[in-house]
């Protein structure tokens, strides 16, 4: 098993930057893929990165290309997601989520979720 926890969310303006964190935990974490997933109001789960544990691949929709940046800090046991020049639009519960191989943006496939944290980003 391994266990996921998210922090980092908040109400913040446009414009402005934020860094979630992914605290994971549990069996060994090598084989490990860490997405990050949002769910905006009324909107459907969408992925946003994700990172292979091992070799920091990493994989990005083309809505954060470039805005947003996905890491690992293996020392800490940690994915960051860095969000840059925030819009309304980016607004959300942000998920992280983790499956055992393969990159992939697909939610179904991920086995492992925290319970989300909140971004509010006001215009």
């Known amino acids: 098993q391994v266990q996921l926890v998210e922090s980092g969310g908040g109400l913040v303006q446009a414009g402005d930057s934020l860094r979630l964190a992914c605290a994971a935990s549990?069996?060994?974490?090598?084989?490990?893929?860490v997405g990050w997933f949002r769910q905006g109001p009324g909107k459907e789960r969408e992925f946003a990165a994700a990172i292979t544990w091992s070799t920091a691949d990493t994989i990005y929709a083309d809505s954060v290309k470039g805005r947003f940046t996905i890491s690992r800090d293996s020392a800490e046991n940690t994915v960051y997601l860095q969000m840059n020049n925030l819009n309304p639009e980016d607004t959300a519960v942000y998920y992280c989520a983790g499956r055992r191989r393969g990159l992939s943006p697909r939610a179904s496939g991920y086995n492992y979720w925290g319970q989300g944290t909140q971004v509010t980003v006001s215009s």
């Open positions: 549990g069996r060994t974490l090598s084989p490990l893929v």
